[in-house]
């Protein structure tokens, strides 16, 4: 893997390695969603210790260059990037069931009222009453 090959961000959050191995999770693979995806930098730590992934973006450019990485620099096998705005996402498909959920700064455009209607979406629909999150 060359890291000079990867399009878009090259690396994930530093915040978000650390909350990652504080909680240990690098020891109990599980699905993870993040909304606001971009090219799946944050989601490659986690598929690199065997997490099945789904991201969610709304940018059409950040979709490809995540598929591309993962399929041709990381090789990963059990992921998906899904183009659309997250708050259709969350009130249009069921049954993600997802163990962790991560919001990066995308929180910051959306309304407080978006926002809470987001979360009680996901929560309704992707079974996800007990999920950890790194917002």
């Keep these: 893997m060359y890291i000079k090959n990867l399009k878009g961000f090259k690396y994930p959050d530093a915040e978000l390695i650390r909350y990652f191995f ?21 989601l490659s730590l986690f598929a690199s210790y065997g997490y099945e992934t789904i991201g969610v973006e709304l940018d059409a450019t950040n979709i490809k260059n995540a598929n591309f990485n993962f399929k041709n620099i990381y090789k990963f096998k059990n ?31 959306i309304t407080k009222h978006d926002f809470t209607e987001l979360l009680s979406n996901l929560r309704q629909n992707q079974d996800m009453g007990g999920v950890a999150g790194y917002f």
């Design 22 to 42: 504080k909680n240990n999770l690098d020891k109990t693979p599980q699905k993870v969603l993040e909304l606001g995806s971009n090219n799946g930098n944050n």
């Design 79 to 109: 992921y998906s990037f899904i183009n659309a705005d997250m708050r259709d996402f969350a009130r249009n498909t069921n049954g993600i069931k997802a163990d962790i959920l991560l919001i990066p700064n995308v929180i910051n455009y």
